[in-house]
């Protein structure tokens, strides 16, 4: 027998339903609805997600209903894993129940617990087993409005946006300002619209940055036709525009509009190797069209706005088309380097020396610009929905990792070595939410819900480390395999340490602090490296001393 449970709908289309539970019954006539179980027991975090802030109290709640007639006893029991899958320890609890009645008992979380946590719960009482698996993150406290991290598309929830700042995500990259919604005709401005988007992520006190605009053209002014035009959005709104000029007038508008919220811009999302704008496949387009594009819309900008950061470039990873963009003249049109960095399985190691080949680049034609990667993602997932695991062709399906811990030692050991090479800011791909009871990879620090991956506690414990300014220091390989690269910040010295492949063990100054992944004190010595990064922390001026320092054990 098949059965199928949904929304009575008078026409057929696609809706989303979420259904806590469902009664199925013999006969012809439906009861009451009952509880699985007469006792009904769940721990819930007491902050949302289970995302705590250190030093500020944790507890989760547990709860149980009895819908009997008698007094239930109820025993939960814990399993707890760290960001290691290491053991911790969290007492158990019993409640007593009465009839008809609902019981609660705070547990409060062990002080010293900082990073990642696996909670698992197990529910024994009369006549009832059931379990519960519940994701905790205990991270710094943020206090820092401005950041290294930012999101491509900005949650649709706010309270996303909150907790993400909880992870040092501070900034936005927004794709609303589209000229043909802004301007749908020659003079007619509809700045309502894209004021909606801009303002709903500007309201919850992070910056917000902007494609100005995603696409070159609007209907009414654009050399593209649906005959030649990709199939795929924005099509014909992909080509130049027939007049660049107006569009240089539309940007100008714009940027005037909205400067007091927005202070950075990008222009076009990934011209010439994709459908987005200037298309090479069937537009043959190429990166000389996109600069002298670029020309007009940096222009428009700075009259707008003087002090405004202009991002331009392909869009691309450091090999694709920089060469041919920046032989063009992009590096004088622009106040950063534009960057996507999709790796895929590939270790960030593998990104140095195309790096390093762009940075000779700009050099070459005189001018090292900053570098803004606006799209970027390593994915990963502990919660396959099936074992053994065959991914789909979504996106991020197709480029997970073996699991969330290989997503955060990629992830950080990629910011640390782009920011040695000029990079100041990453945006995750990207800020959706996922459906219920769906594979949901997207995001790679935040699970559906809200509730956070391993990357979360990572991301928090680097954004804390290298809070406020920063600078590159200095980078020294470790044998073959190892990797040390030190920043300075107003507070403190940071040196990232990890070991490509395998482990070694290094020796390191007596007198700094020796961090793991998740912010959590190392004390042994020598030092493990492994391909989990590692921090020291020592006073502000002294990372050279820091680096000098730091030998292989076996050296």
């Not at 027998?1 to 019954?25: H, R, S, W, Y």
Request: charged fraction near 25%; glycine fraction near 8%; charge should be negative.
């Amino acid at each position: 027998m098949f059965v199928t449970v949904g929304p009575d709908l008078d026409e057929e289309t696609a809706v989303m339903v979420d259904l806590d539970a469902i009664q199925l019954e013999a006969g012809t006539q439906a009861t009451a609805f009952a509880p699985h179980g007469l006792v009904e027991v769940g721990i819930e975090p007491s902050e949302p997600g289970g995302i705590f802030t250190k030093g500020k109290p944790a507890t989760l709640k547990l709860r149980a209903y009895n819908s009997g007639i008698e007094t239930a006893s109820v025993h939960a029991s814990f399993e707890v894993t760290d960001f290691f899958d290491s053991r911790a320890e969290l007492p158990g609890a019993s409640l007593e129940v009465p009839p008809g009645s609902l019981a609660e008992h705070d547990i409060v979380l062990p002080r010293d617990w900082q990073g990642y946590y696996r909670v698992q719960a197990v529910y024994d009482g009369e006549d009832m087993v059931s379990a519960q698996s519940l994701r905790i993150a205990i991270v710094p406290p943020q206090t820092e409005a401005d950041s290294i991290l930012g999101i491509n598309h900005a949650f649709p929830d706010p309270l996303l946006i909150q907790m993400s700042k909880k992870a040092g995500v501070t900034w936005y990259r927004d794709w609303s300002l589209k000229w043909h919604d802004l301007e749908p005709a020659p003079g007619e401005y509809r700045w309502e619209i894209g004021d909606a988007q801009v303002d709903r992520v500007v309201e919850e006190g992070v910056h917000l940055m902007a494609l100005m605009p995603p696409y070159p053209s609007a209907p009414w002014n654009t050399t593209g036709t649906p005959e030649v035009a990709s199939e795929r959005m924005p099509r014909e709104l992909a080509w130049a525009p027939d007049d660049p000029q107006r569009l240089g007038d539309f940007i100008e508008k714009a940027v005037s509009h909205y400067r007091d919220r927005v202070q950075v811009w990008e222009f076009l999302n990934e011209p010439i190797y994709t459908h987005y704008a200037l298309p090479a496949r069937g537009g043959d387009y190429t990166p000389a069209d996109y600069v002298a594009l670029l020309k007009v819309a940096y222009a428009a900008m700075h009259r707008a706005d003087p002090d405004c950061t202009v991002i331009a470039g392909i869009g691309s990873s450091p090999r694709r088309l920089t060469r041919e963009v920046i032989e063009a003249g992009c590096l004088e049109h622009c106040d950063a380097f534009v960057l996507h960095l999709y790796p895929g399985r590939m270790p960030p190691e593998g990104f140095i020396e195309e790096t390093d080949t762009l940075l000779r680049n700009m050099e070459q034609h005189g001018r090292l610009t900053p570098i803004w990667v606006t799209e970027f993602a390593y994915y990963g997932d502990d919660d396959p929905p099936s074992r053994p695991y065959v991914p789909g062709e979504s996106w991020a399906e197709a480029r997970l990792l073996a699991d969330e811990r290989q997503c955060v030692d990629y992830t950080i050991r990629l910011f640390a070595l782009m920011m040695a090479r000029g990079t100041e800011k990453f945006f995750f791909h990207a800020g959706v939410g996922g459906e219920v009871n769906q594979p949901y990879y997207d995001c790679s620090y935040l699970k559906y819900g809200g509730t956070p991956a391993k990357l979360f506690p990572a991301l928090a414990v680097y954004a804390d480390l290298l809070q406020g300014d920063w600078r590159f220091a200095r980078e020294k390989r470790l044998g073959e395999d190892g990797f040390c690269v030190a920043f300075e910040t107003d507070r403190q010295s940071v040196v990232v340490l990890w070991q490509a492949r395998g482990q070694a063990a290094a020796t390191v100054p007596a007198d700094v602090a020796c961090l793991d992944i998740v912010g959590r004190t190392l004390t042994e010595r020598p030092l493990t490296l492994s391909s989990t990064p590692v921090y020291l922390v020592g006073p502000p001026g002294e990372a050279g001393r820091l680096v000098d320092a730091v030998r292989l054990a076996s050296q």
